[in-house]
């Protein structure tokens, strides 16, 4: 099961991500994955490649690095 939806999850947590700049909900990638299950979903988002999840919710690597790249650890202030 996993390995079906593996690509298109990914796919559609990094989608979201740009077009809603916040995280997807479970019910969020099922709709756009077409997959009945929510704890199908969750066991996918602990699957992901390059993806955190944090609080039940998938982070890209690519979120996280630009955070860190915005943000001075030093001063703890967005860097412009």
């Known amino acids: 099961m996993k390995s079906k939806y593996l690509a298109s999850a990914q796919e559609a947590v990094d989608e979201y991500w740009r077009n809603n700049y916040r995280p ?14 929510t704890s ?12 955190r999840v944090v609080d039940g919710h998938p982070i890209p690597d690519w ?15 967005v860097v412009r």
Not at 24 to 37: A, F, L, T, Y
Not at 40 to 51: D, I, Q, R
Not at 63 to 77: F, S
């Open 24 to 37: 997807p909900v479970i019910r969020d990638i099922q709709e756009m994955c077409g997959i009945n299950s």
């Open 63 to 77: 979120i996280i690095q630009a955070i860190e790249k915005a943000y001075d650890q030093k001063t703890a202030h």
């Open 40 to 51: 199908h979903v969750s066991e996918l988002f602990k699957a992901l490649p390059g993806v």
